[in-house]
């Protein structure tokens, strides 16, 4: 056997035969034999085509001929039908050409006789003149009574012609005024002969149009054809059609003309759809010569295609030959190509055969020893080889497909990597083989090691990304100090919420927290220590809600010192016990840096159960939380109905002051301030009232806390300014001077900077205005911008009061240090006066303290006339209050002080 064969020695090598040189192919050779077949069916087609012509124009005379025939009868009887009718009724006409005056009785016994054969007349009618006067029956025609022929545009014209030829005129179909339609025959009637003959009227016969077609056969007829009339009027035109359809006209219709006594009508008439194209007998003539032919051209067909199998056959087998050669070569430029090496093992024998590139690929090139397959399975490297084998084996026993991927030492100790592909083929003589390729992959190895290591570095790097995003997740969604879910992973929670929420039947609840003073540890002992105190809320709410059994409730920091804690849970009493501990856990002191530190909570609570709407929730909490602290702080708050309905209620007012802001419905209103001791007007207070457009005059009692949390009590306070202004230079041009106007200023607008500057563009004379300060917000307060705002209004010139002085908790010091021009007594402290010796007491030491100060003083809730006694014998320089004068508009001021009601008003006794 030879070692290594040469690929061109195996079959489809380069030594096959060549194959003569290739020459065109008729590869139509088949039709010639078809032509005698193709001949002798178009001569039997032929054929049956004219035989089918010849047919059809037969049956087509015989239909005209049926056609005519019906046509004709039709004609005749209409001809007939209508000239009897006209005919009974000339005998009509001839009576009354000789009894003129002729009554309607006369006339009913006459048309009763004509009726009384069998006609197709619907009614007679007499018209005198151009009007109906008698008709015949008169039932059912009583609208015809009456009617002028003169005024009725579709009859006048068949009427004035019978007038004027003298004639009987049909005229019709026309729609009858009675109801209906009809042909007309109108006679005219002439009085007397010769030179003094003249018209008359007319006697008018309609013929019922469905009597008359029913009488002549037309209804009859139309069961088979379709009838035209056409010549309305008699006047035969076939373009008045008055019945039938005008397409009749244009599809070659059989025509008969009918006399009428006056003129004529054009029947026209085909079968009902049409002339027929074809003679119902064309199909069995067509298929019978079809039939014919088949029978004749079948044999000759049957041979011609025989002829033809055998010429394609023989033409196909030469192609085969040449497709066979052209593919070994190109299989051979392939493989030489490729450096794919060809193998082939025959099963029985075990002998296998390599060619040259298989040989190369193993190291045995020239070895003169046939290989075996003990010489491939040696060759394989140890720790494939029995792989490799088993893979072999297991292809030639099993479906024939073989795979196989090994690696392989030369006997120079190269080693390489080797596919194997083959495939076990039967041989045509009985025997079995397997034949297939090995190629070198030694390269593709080598890649794919590096792709694997490749792939190895990019898993542990993206496990680090991932980490890396996880970490970045975890801080994007908790907060850095605490831990803790922030604001925007609770945001995200809420967001999601309620398509689970319905799932959830236990409730859900929301706690807002709020730390209390904890600006105060932050600002005095630092940042740092701030830190501390919020890591440890922190611990304590997370210790909190880790005790509550659902694992989904969790903390989240919103804020800076403020937190939200989740509970699945709307049971009131439970949450009431967690805030409560919360409250209770956060009063504890904090030892930081040996300083005890002390802050508490505010927690505010809604709860709701079913599907919630959880942002919802969070409002409802934080509005609690306000409530919480409004009133005292260091507590908890739950969200209900009250408080919902006065959130509510806050924000239409809030909307109303705005509004009214706007609108300029918030106005000035002045109580005088009179001297102690001669009651004359020393000045006014300029108090604000809201004139709401529903519920009338309101007092600052009514909206200065929604206003304030507004932050617009600067803007009424401006606004009440500016309307002090503009009426006291009103009051100077009546002639009427008010010394001193007093006008409240809030704690918001001494903190604004831009106060000062605004004072200034107003040019207030100095002297002329008074700012109220209240006393427990502004004597001790160490704002540096108020303490400046007041110094600077001082040097404009505008007073500084305390109102409502002895309420608070000012000293004599911060009176010495803010030397105001005037301290009011609350009206707290005035109004007991009367019945107490002690308040009067403190009153006279107030008084003494002014005094001792240089400051006047003023008393407010005035409203008898023994706390103004008592007032001015205390040393009161001023008085204000109901006794003397209400708070007023501006516009009666002047006539309040013109009146001087106040010195003539009853006193009332103390």
Known sequence: MQACRDRRSWPGGSDVPRSPTRHPVETSSWRPTLVPA??????????????????????????????????????????????????????????????????????GALAERVFATETQLRNLAIAKGMVITMVYPRLGNEKAIGLDFRKTSAQFEAAERARTTGK??????????????????????????????SYWGLVAAVIDVDRLY?????????????????????????????????????????????????????????PIGGWPTTAPSSLLIWGGFLLIALLVTGPILVAGLLIAERQRNHVALRERQRELVRL???????????????????????????????????GVEGSATPPTYMTWRMAVHPEDRERAAREFRQALDGDGRYHSEFRIVTPAGVTRHIRAIGA?????????????????????????????????????????????????????????????????????????????????????????????????????????????????VADVLRARVQTVDNPDDFVARIGGDEFVMVCHTDDEPRLAQIADAIVCEMRRPIIY?????????????????????????????????????????????????????????????ADEILNGLD?????????????????????????????????????PAAFLDVAEDLNVVSTIDRLVLEQSLAAMAQWRALGLVVPRVSVNVSARRLQDDQLIASLRSLAIAPGTIAFELVESIFLDETDEMVRWNIEQIKDLGIDIEIDDFGTGYASIVSLMQL????????????????????????????????????????????????????????????????????????????????????????????
């Not at 035109?237 to 006594?261: E, M, N, Q, Y």
């Not at 969604?477 to 879910?485: E, G, V």
């Not at 040996?594 to 409802?620: K, P, Q």
């Not at 001015?872 to 002047?894: H, V």
């Open 38 to 107: 193709l001949l002798t069916f178009s001569v039997m087609m032929v054929v049956a085509f004219f035989a089918a012509s010849q047919n059809f124009a037969i049956y087509r005379e015989q239909l005209r001929a049926e056609v005519v025939e019906q046509v004709s009868l039709v004609r005749a009887r209409l001809e007939g039908n209508v000239a009897g009718n006209i005919q009974l009724v000339r005998g009509l006409l001839a009576t009354l050409e000789t009894e003129l005056d002729m009554d309607e009785k006369r006339f």
């Open 168 to 197: 009987m005129v049909l005229a019709g179909p026309v729609d009858l005024v009675q109801g209906g339609r009809g042909f007309i025959a109108r006679f005219p009637v002439f009085a007397g002969t010769g030179p003094e003959r």
């Open 214 to 270: 029913a009488a002549s056969g037309v209804f009859e007829a139309e069961k088979s054809l379709e009838i035209a009339i056409a010549g309305r009027d008699g006047s035969g035109s076939g373009h008045d059609l008055f019945h039938g359809r005008a397409d009749v006209l244009s599809d070659a219709p059989i025509t008969a003309d009918v006399a009428l006594p006056a003129g004529n009508w054009r029947i026209y008439a085909r």
């Open 328 to 362: 070994s070569r190109r299989l051979n430029l392939a493989l030489d190509t490729s450096e794919v090496g060809v193998f082939e093992y025959v099963l029985e024998s075990g002998d296998i055969v390599w060619d040259e590139r298989v040989c190369a690929l193993y």
């Open 424 to 536: 076990v083929f039967a041989e045509p003589e009985g025997g079995r083989r397997m034949l297939g390729v090995n190629w070198d992959v030694s390269a593709d190895a080598a890649l794919n090691e590096d792709l694997r290591l490749a792939n190895r570095l990019s898993e542990a790097r993206n496990a680090e990304l991932e980490a890396t995003r996880a970490r970045i997740e975890h801080n994007a969604l908790h907060d850095s100090l605490t831990d803790l879910p922030n604001r925007r992973f609770l945001d995200q929670w809420l967001q999601n919420h309620p398509t689970t929420a319905r799932a959830q039947e236990s409730g859900l609840a929301l706690l807002h927290i709020d730390l209390d003073r904890f600006k105060q540890i932050n600002d005095t002992l630092g940042h740092a220590a701030g830190d501390a105190m919020l890591v440890h």
């Open 593 to 653: 840096s040996g300083h005890e530190c002390r802050f508490g909570v505010s927690v505010g609570i809604a709860a709701e159960r079913g599907s919630v709407d959880a942002r919802r929730l969070l409002v409802n909490a934080d509005i609690a939380l306000y409530r919480a602290k409004s009133r005292g702080r260091n507590r908890y708050e739950f969200f209900n109905n009250a408080l919902e309905a006065e959130v509510i209620r806050t924000k239409r007012v």
């Open 663 to 699: 609108t300029g419905q918030f106005v000035a209103y002045f109580q005088p301030q009179f001297d102690a001791r001669t009651r004359e007007i020393i000045g006014a207070e300029a108090l604000v009232r809201w004139n709401h457009p529903t519920q009338g005059l309101l007092s």
């Open 819 to 910: 030397k105001p021009y005037r301290l009011k007594i609350a009206r707290q402290l005035v109004e007991p006066i009367v019945d107490s010796v002690a308040q009067r007491r403190l009153l006279a030491s107030i008084v003494d303290i002014g005094r001792a100060l240089g400051i006047e003083v003023l008393g407010e809730g005035v409203e008898t006339e023994a706390h103004a006694r008592i007032l001015c014998d205390l040393g009161c320089a001023s008085l204000q209050g109901y006794l003397l004068a209400r708070p007023m508009p501006a516009s009666e001021l002047p006539a309040f002080a013109a009146a001087r009601s106040w010195l003539s008003a009853p006193r009332r006794a103390s």
